[in-house]
């Protein structure tokens, strides 16, 4: 039975690995490493065309196929909905709904989430718990011009984001990591003191080019994402 | 000309979009969509094989293949080179390093980096700055049981970073972001206040089951890591 294309990739991996493949070099033609491995050229296509994806060589029109210089090295991240994340962490889950209200979205939002003058935003505050400790502050903003049902829907019992995610599931976002000091309010609500550094991240999410919403998550003190690449 | 795979998944992911095929229900199967869009069986099966490495599908031997109830989406983030990202953002990049010493590793890093007794750590403390302004502190040790080059490396040109990918190019990584409060030589050298909510990020690098590094990157106020998705 001939090589498979896996191991066709395994085998030129290896190579680069141990160097015989220096970083920036040519890479044999198809043709040429078709022969060697005694496999139809597709084969090869198919594994260069996975080592191009996965940033381990570059294929340039002119240049031919290199092996790069600095791999691009792509973290494969899992979004979490709140309360899976904590009880993956083997902690009892509970959600608060604190405030609910439609309100005029204020200036900096409009900007934000690029809203119209007539559009009006539903402004929501939740609070995720981790064992009955605060685990993270929810601060959103749904704009009621994309979503009216949101207006009338009843967010007591189950969280925004879930039910974001089961009436809008294919979304385009926008997510950013940063630290905050913590403002007073988020303070007494994550149980620490006002300017404690705690991890922040901000989502705007688009369907079909109109912004659907926008959230602050504040974790509490000690957060960390970490993720394998 | 017959369909194309990704004409095919274009189609099936836009049923989904549009709730024709609803989160939890059954995928028609393979012969039949083959039918349907007039065109080889494997071409439904390299379309359905994306969409399920995508996310949107999931694939059970015995329940057959689902619309994905949540799907999961993956962020894919590029680890820059902090020259490179300075350089990206239209400024003018200067490294600066500010210690360089082999020392014994303390307690927490040997317990961090599964050192033995016997494993020496280089210990490097450099300065990333844009257009003159301090951008990122960088706090790094290599093992130099795994490393022993590293020691006559003379770092004081370019950074470790930049040599490490260099010298050891493929590794596995676990990466972390958080917030802490700037400590005062921190803030000293990212020119901001102690306690000031930093965003921070450490890396732990490792070759074949062996670390090489470990490093603390904190960047000045600010700093934001966003992604699309």
């Given at each position: 039975m001939s090589i498979s294309y896996r191991e066709v990739k395994a085998?030129?991996?290896?190579?680069i690995t141990q160097g015989d493949l220096a970083p920036g070099s040519a890479m044999p033609n198809e043709v040429d490493l078709a022969v060697s491995y005694g496999c139809a050229r597709?084969?090869?296509n198919r594994a260069m065309r996975e080592l191009a994806d996965d940033g381990i060589i570059e294929r340039r029109r002119k240049a031919g196929t290199r092996v790069r210089q600095n791999p691009v090295r792509h973290v494969r991240m899992n979004i979490p909905i709140v309360g899976q994340e904590i009880k993956e962490l083997g902690a009892k889950y509970r959600y608060a709904l604190v405030q609910c209200k439609a309100e005029p979205a204020p200036n900096w939002?409009?900007?934000r989430m690029a809203l119209k003058d007539e559009d009006r935003a539903l402004h929501l505050t939740c609070m995720h718990y981790a064992d009955g400790a605060p685990y993270q502050h929810e601060d959103r903003w749904i704009n009621l011009s994309a979503l009216p049902e949101a207006?009338?829907?009843d967010f007591s019992e189950v969280g925004p984001n879930e039910w974001l995610v089961?009436?809008?599931p294919f979304t385009d976002a926008q997510i950013s990591f940063h630290a905050v000091a913590a403002s007073g309010i988020v303070a007494d609500y994550l149980d620490c003191k006002e300017g404690d550094a705690l991890f922040q991240?901000?989502?705007t999410t688009w369907l079909e080019g109109q912004?659907?919403?926008?959230?602050q998550l504040t974790y509490r003190r000690g957060h960390r994402?970490?993720?394998q690449y």
């Open positions: 085998d030129i991996l290896r190579q597709a084969t090869v939002l409009r900007a207006e009338q829907h089961s009436t809008v991240t901000e989502r912004t659907i919403t926008f959230v994402v970490t993720m």
